[in-house]
């Protein structure tokens, strides 16, 4: 397995203390009154001299006081893709020392990969697809299994790539897609990453919207996000989505265009997660927070478009994404080159943290994909879907580290968003929103 390296960084060296070394000693029997006020009264002089410590400081002695990771040493899965960057970044600049962490990010063949080991214990958390987790919590997509969403990794940095040999056959957006499907019909291939993720689900959507009935038009296929530009250099399909680089880099290797940005599908959208099993959390809930903590910090910093270029030079190393350079950090600065004679500026790039916006797990978000998974045939009645996203979403825990971070948190815990079809997603009646598209399964 190959594993993250992080230098060596002296300036985030904070102690660790395991707070089991509490737990086994024996409770003081019977109590005095006297002492028990004594003890009350310390621990609110104690609460309000840490309310006035500034926060920046408070984090340093959240670590080392009674709120301490309860697992310091932390393993934590990604894809090589450029969402990955705020795992990576919060190891190598040291923003999880700055929490009593460390993390080492682990390199994964594949989503099912993830989705084992998080399942299994080999990893405490995960860079993972958003839908992955709601599926594995209904038992859709693997084994049934209780799972936590942390927090939002990022919005937005997606696409849908399409081959040069439907570019020869007059192709360059969804709807001469259509087109081409009905004039000409064959077993035309689209790959995805994983049934419940967010590449089969914008990939769905995508087709839909422009009257391609993603199943029945067409045959869908599965493959690892790093090896989607190989698999369509040998002709394995006709498109696919994936997160980047490697729609970028299907145009720097000459074999496929961007037909669209998932930006365009929903501005803003969903996309990967810190996700871990709801086990995880119950056995270390600070050192979940502690995490979430870590990765708003490492989230922040990579928004800051001067470290951009920084960032995109650290994950193309081997060790991450395994690309070149360049592949990377134009998309990570809103450059846009589709393949096929356009570019522009995009406003809607990959962001981490957009003013504290991005990390927020709302519980909409987490419905829409429910709401997909109905509409497609992969879940076989409606679930109560505000109950399992209020089960899966720990917002309890994300406004704590939002508040050790200094983040801004929402007014609402949904939000409405209006997707390329023009229908808007609000969070209010999903059963119905499930049950109104023209082409579902």
Not at 38 to 44: E, H, I, N, Q
Not at 224 to 249: I, L, S
Not at 306 to 322: G, T
Request: aromatic share 10%.
């Amino acid at each position: 397995m190959d594993k993250g390296v992080r230098p060596e960084d002296d300036a985030f060296l904070f102690g660790e203390r395991n707070v089991s070394d509490t737990q086994d000693k024996a409770p003081i029997q019977d109590p005095s009154k006297r002492d028990f006020i004594k003890k009350t009264t310390a621990l609110s002089a104690a609460a309000a001299l840490m309310a006035m410590v500034p926060p920046g400081v408070r984090s340093g002695a959240w670590a080392a006081g009674s709120d301490a990771p309860e697992k310091p040493r932390l393993s934590i899965g990604f894809i090589p893709l450029t969402d990955c960057a705020s795992v990576v970044m919060a190891a190598v600049k040291g923003f999880d020392r700055k929490y009593g962490l460390t993390i080492t990010p682990s390199k994964e063949a594949s989503w099912a990969a993830v989705r084992d080991k998080l399942a299994n214990g080999e990893l405490d958390a995960a860079h993972v697809l958003y839908g992955l987790i709601y599926g594995v919590q209904l038992g859709i997509g693997g084994p049934k299994q209780d799972m936590a969403v942390l927090a939002s990794l990022n919005h937005n940095g997606q696409a849908i790539t399409l081959s040069n040999q439907l570019k020869a056959k007059g192709v360059s957006d969804g709807a001469s897609l259509a087109r081409l499907v009905k004039a000409e019909p064959r077993e035309y291939a689209f790959a995805q990453t994983f049934p419940t993720g967010t590449h089969a689900m914008w990939l769905y959507y995508w087709l839909a919207a422009h009257g391609i009935d993603p199943f029945r038009d067409v045959r869908n296929i599965v493959v690892p996000p790093p090896q989607m530009v190989a698999n369509m250099r040998v002709g394995n399909m006709d498109g696919f989505c994936v997160g980047e680089p490697w729609n970028a880099r299907a145009i720097r290797d000459n074999i496929g265009f961007t037909a669209a940005t998932t930006q365009a599908i929903w501005k803003d959208h969903p996309e990967k997660v810190l996700g871990t099993s709801a086990e995880f959390v119950e056995k270390y809930p600070n050192t979940a927070r502690a995490m979430i903590a870590a990765i708003l910090d490492a989230s922040k910093y990579i928004d800051d478009m001067k470290h951009r270029a920084e960032v995109a030079r650290v994950i193309s190393a081997k060790s991450y994404v395994n690309t070149d350079y360049d592949s990377i950090v134009g998309r990570m600065h809103g450059e846009y080159d589709n393949g096929i004679g356009r570019k522009w500026s995009d406003p809607d790039y990959m962001k981490f943290y957009n003013g504290g916006s991005v990390g927020f797990p709302y519980l909409s978000d987490g419905m829409w994909f429910l709401t997909q998974h109905k509409r497609w045939g992969l879940l076989k009645a409606h679930p109560d879907y505000l109950a399992v996203a209020r089960k899966v979403n720990r917002i309890d825990l994300y406004k704590e580290a939002a508040a050790m971070t200094g983040t801004p948190l929402p007014k609402s815990e949904m939000r409405a968003s209006k997707l390329i079809d023009g229908v808007v997603w609000d969070g209010s009646k999903p059963a119905q929103y499930a049950d109104s598209f023209r082409i579902k399964a």
